[in-house]
């Protein structure tokens, strides 16, 4: 089950104010470590680490009145491209040739450019890790899985308000579509 050529690393929605604001510290700090973990080894693979960011434009033209998550974050004025809470931790910067994406929806699908990249580059496998398990892992596992991707989500490179929705999911839920590893499983897959 060794990770081919054709695998790309996803580090999605560690934006400041996710990390600092959505998810307890607890969870946000072992995500982290489990992400650079992964993206280190990532890196030294030569498997691309490609990054996703929630953002909006200054007067949330993306945003329709009927979408109730975001029509939150319209209200609460936050998530907005250029404000500080937008930019990723900074524990997550990538590196100047890796690629950022920004999408307006809870899919890493719903950034075109994204999907434009994966089809490109010819990708087949995503190794996911974001924040949070019931909103960005969650969406984009399922739109990868109808796509037919190979999906493998890092399990404690993820996070969510709730211990035990993110147990669920990870039990329950996202095997019947993904692999569900742990950091070290998927860093010996990683070669």
């Not at 924040?131 to 899985?145: E, F, P």
């Amino acid at each position: 089950m060794q990770l081919s050529f054709n695998s790309v690393f996803v580090i999605m929605d560690f934006q400041q104010i996710i990390v600092k604001n959505m998810v307890s510290t607890a969870v946000s700090e072992s995500a982290i470590i489990n992400t650079l973990k992964l993206r280190e080894k990532a890196r030294e693979a030569g498997v691309p680490v490609l990054y996703i960011k929630v953002a909006f434009s200054e007067r949330y033209e993306e945003i329709d009145e009927w979408n109730k998550l975001f029509a939150s974050i319209k209200q609460l004025d936050i998530l907005k491209i250029g404000d500080e809470g937008t930019c990723l931790d900074e524990r997550i910067i990538p590196s100047v040739t890796e690629s950022v994406f920004i999408k307006h929806r809870v899919s890493a699908f719903s950034s075109s450019e994204f999907s434009g990249y994966l089809e490109n580059n010819k990708v087949k496998t995503l190794i996911l890790a974001g924040l949070s398990t019931s909103g960005v892992i969650l969406s984009t596992v399922r739109q990868a899985s109808d796509l037919d991707y190979r999906i493998i989500v890092a399990e404690d490179a993820c996070g969510d308000r709730e211990e035990h929705v993110h147990r669920f999911l990870m039990k329950d839920i996202l095997p019947m579509q993904a692999e569900v590893l742990d950091t070290e499983t998927i860093i010996k897959l990683l070669g």
